[in-house]
């Protein structure tokens, strides 16, 4: 299996399927940390980040960002003091994609990557 973090989101259109809980099954050992959660019937990743303040909750927030905004693929973000909390799904389809979890590795990369340079 490739890892995640390699890989680049592919635009997704709608009325494209949401992934089947086989291929979620797959996909969750390369993103162990997210939890599925459903909202409103819609099946997204979401985890909380941990920080000693709000500075470094604000600075992996913009690094999401940045990412996102690379990727052109974008998560709910949820900054507060000492903790982020990033929600990924794809908007178009109402549900999981691929590109969810690429999302989440990337995420989790950006996080110990800003571990290494803050801790």
Request: aromatic share 8%; net charge negative.
């Amino acid at each position: 299996m490739a890892e995640l973090t390699s890989e680049v989101c592919v635009p997704c259109r709608e009325g494209a399927p949401t992934l089947t809980d086989e291929e979620i099954a797959e996909l969750q050992p390369q993103a162990p940390e997210w939890k599925l959660v459903t909202e409103e019937g819609v099946r997204k990743l979401q985890r909380s980040f941990r920080f000693r303040n709000f500075a470094q909750a604000l600075a992996f927030t913009n690094a999401v960002g940045a990412i996102a905004e690379g990727e052109g693929h974008h998560p709910r973000l949820v900054t507060e003091w000492g903790k982020v909390t990033v929600t990924w799904w794809t908007h178009k389809i109402r549900g999981l994609h691929r590109n969810d979890f690429i999302m989440s590795a990337k995420t989790d990369l950006a996080y110990r990557e800003q571990g290494e340079r803050v801790g």
